[in-house]
């Protein structure tokens, strides 16, 4: 798995669908990137939110919604 591949295809991916829930973006990432988890998603999303390329939204009922900055 190369994990360096991975945030362009989280913004690619955003920018054809538009925003996704926390679930539906895990869904999708690992049919693309075998053995990835959701712990690596979640340290993925921090580390993007943090360079400004995605912001990430608190829902109710503990969802998120992942949506390009």
Known sequence: MDT????ANIIDLLKRTGP???ADLLKRTKKQHSGFSE???NTLLMKMEIQG???VYRLPKGKRRIELA
């Open 53 to 55: 390329l995605v912001r």
């Open 4 to 7: 360096k591949l991975i945030p």
């Open 39 to 41: 712990e690596h998603l």
């Open 20 to 22: 996704l829930k926390f």
